[in-house]
C-alpha cells in the first residue's frame, strides 16, 4: 500500500469516527444532551475538511508499533477536538480575527462570539471526557501527555508568545520557540500517544519526538510561505494577514524559508528511519510531501 493510500485509509476511520462523537441535538434543551446551537456550533468546526494530520499521526503511530487501531480511536478523536477548539478561539476578534478557515465562515462569524467561546471550551473538555473512557492501561499516561503538550506547556504557550509578539522585533529562538509550541507540541503528542498505546519503549517514543518537532516546524514554515505565496481559495483561509506577526517568512525571506524548510524535512526522514520500516513506508514520504506545499 502506497502511504498516500495508507493516510486515506487512517482519515477515513477519524472521518467516521468524528462524525459520531458530537451527536446531533433532537431539541434545544434536553437534559443528558449537548444543547442544540452548542453542538452545532461544535460539529461545525470539527466536521470541516481538513488534513486530520494529527490524528492520523496518532493511529499510523499506533499502528507500526503492532497496536490495535481500535483503541486509538478516541485518542485521535479527542487530538483532533482539541486541534479544532484552538483554531476556533484562534480566529477569535480578541485574537487574529480571521473571517475565513477551511474555505468556510469562521466559527464566531457563523455562530457568534460567545457561542464559539463556548464550542471551544466544550469540544476541549469532551476530548478529556473521552479519553477518560478509555480502558486502555495506558489511558492516563497518554492523558497526561495531551494535557501538556496542548496545555500552559505547550500550544497555549505558544499562542501566548504569538500574539505577545505580533509587531514587535524577536529573534530565531523567540520564533522556533512559537513553532515548537504552537504546532509542534499536538504533533509530538500524536506520535507519542500512538507509540504509548502500542506500549512502545522510551527510545522508539524519543524518536518519534523528535521526528514530530521536525515534521511540525516543517509544516509551519511551510504555512508561514503559503501566506506569502498562496490564494486564500489555495489555502481555505485569508492570506497576507501575517505582515505583523513574527513568521518565518518575515523574519528570514522566503528563500531562506524554503531552504529552512528542506532542512526541517530532511531531519524528519532522518528520525522517521528508527519506525519507519522498510515495509511500511509512510513517515518519511509524509514529511517529503510538505514540501510540495510551497512548489
Known amino acids: 500500500m502506497q502511504w498516500s493510500d495508507r493516510y486515506t485509509y487512517y482519515q477515513n476511520i477519524v472521518e467516521e469516527a468524528l462524525d459520531s462523537a458530537i451527536p446531533l441535538a433532537v431539541?434545544?434543551?434536553?437534559?443528558?444532551?449537548?444543547?442544540?446551537?452548542?453542538?452545532?456550533?461544535?460539529?461545525?468546526?470539527?466536521?470541516?475538511?481538513?488534513k486530520r494530520i494529527r490524528p492520523v499521526l496518532l493511529l499510523a503511530a499506533l499502528?507500526?508499533?503492532?497496536?490495535?487501531?481500535?483503541?486509538?480511536?478516541?485518542?485521535?478523536?479527542?487530538?483532533?477536538?482539541?486541534?479544532?477548539y484552538s483554531l476556533i478561539h484562534d480566529d477569535l476578534p480578541a485574537m487574529d480575527n480571521d473571517m475565513l478557515r477551511r474555505g468556510q465562515p469562521t466559527n464566531h462569524c457563523k455562530f457568534g462570539e460567545?457561542?464559539?467561546i463556548l464550542a471551544g471550551d466544550a469540544l476541549l473538555t469532551e476530548a478529556f471526557h473521552i479519553m477518560a473512557q478509555s480502558d486502555s492501561p495506558y489511558a492516563l499516561k497518554v492523558i497526561k501527555e495531551m494535557a501538556k503538550r496542548a496545555g500552559a506547556y505547550g500550544m497555549v504557550a505558544g499562542q501566548?508568545?504569538?500574539?505577545?509578539?505580533?509587531?514587535?522585533?524577536?529573534?530565531?529562538?523567540?520564533l522556533s520557540y512559537i513553532h515548537r509550541h504552537k504546532t509542534s507540541d499536538l504533533f509530538i503528542a500524536s506520535m507519542n500517544?500512538?507509540?504509548?498505546?502500542a506500549g512502545s519503549d522510551d527510545g522508539l517514543i524519543k524518536a518519534a519526538e523528535n521526528y514530530a518537532k521536525m515534521l511540525g516546524l516543517a509544516f509551519q514554515i511551510t504555512d508561514d510561505l503559503l501566506d506569502v505565496l498562496g490564494s486564500s481559495e489555495e489555502v481555505g483561509k485569508a492570506v497576507g494577514k501575517d505582515d505583523d506577526k513574527l513568521t518565518w517568512t518575515n523574519l528570514k525571506g522566503v528563500e531562506q524559508a524554503k531552504i529552512d524548510a528542506e532542512?526541517?524535512?530532511?531531519?524528519?526522514?532522518?528520525y522517521a528511519q528508527s519506525f519507519d520500516f522498510s515495509d511500511y513506508a509512510f513517515f518519511a514520504p509524509l514529511a517529503q510531501s510538505l514540501l510540495q506545499r510551497v512548489k
Not at 431539541?27 to 481538513?50: F, H, T, V
Not at 532542512?263 to 532522518?270: E, H, N, T, Y
Open 193 to 197: 500517544a500512538g507509540f504509548m498505546l
Open 114 to 116: 460567545w457561542t464559539a
Open 27 to 50: 431539541s434545544p434543551w434536553e437534559e443528558g444532551q449537548i444543547p442544540q446551537r452548542l453542538a452545532e456550533a461544535m460539529r461545525y468546526s470539527l466536521l470541516s475538511k481538513g
Open 63 to 84: 499502528d507500526v508499533a503492532g497496536g490495535d487501531l481500535r483503541c486509538g480511536i478516541p485518542f485521535a478523536v479527542a487530538i483532533e477536538m482539541i486541534h479544532a
Open 263 to 270: 532542512k526541517a524535512v530532511q531531519k524528519a526522514v532522518d
Open 160 to 174: 501566548t508568545a504569538d500574539l505577545s509578539f505580533e509587531g514587535k522585533l524577536a529573534d530565531e529562538n523567540m
